[in-house]
């Protein structure tokens, strides 16, 4: 599990963005967040929006991840799942929503560093595609630095 300060250097120290495109959100936003969410975001997903989580350079260019899109995430999942017919987890915080097709999001209860889940419109069901937030972060900071 990374720190504010580490993810923000490993999206730098990747070519991903240069140090004046990474900020972080606030305490005091993160907080007016899990409020509005009704919620106690796991701490890696925390520390990741502490770091990055208003710029994060190229990191998941067109994929809405980053602020002010946070609080939408969950209804957009939502809808996602229900035109597919299936009902997305009621213990399910949405983190990512790629062009309105596919979703990643934490289960609340699975821990400080949660595995990720992914759900692509049409796959039938989501699948455990990552095992930690962390791996996750890792793997997808790898891809884009390519």
């Known amino acids: 599990m990374y720190s ?6 490993l999206i730098v120290r990747a070519g991903v963005a240069r140090s004046f495109e990474v900020s972080g959100l606030s305490e005091e936003s993160v907080v007016k967040l899990e409020v509005a969410l009704g919620i ?15 710029r994060a350079g190229r990191y998941f260019m067109g994929t809405d991840m980053l602020a002010p899109d946070l609080i939408e995430l969950r209804e957009w999942a939502r809808e996602l799942f229900s035109e597919c017919g299936i009902s997305f987890p009621e213990q399910g915080i949405a983190f990512f929503m790629h062009q309105g097709y596919a979703v990643g999001f934490l289960m609340l209860g699975d821990g400080d560093d949660p595995p990720v ?13 990552w095992n930690s937030f962390s791996d996750f972060f890792e793997r997808t900071v790898a891809e884009e630095a390519l």
């Open 4 to 9: 504010p300060e580490e993810y923000r250097e």
């Open 40 to 54: 106690r975001l796991p701490i890696a997903y925390r520390n990741f929006l502490l770091g990055v989580g208003r």
């Open 117 to 129: 889940y992914f759900y692509e419109e049409g796959a039938g069901a989501p699948i455990k595609k």
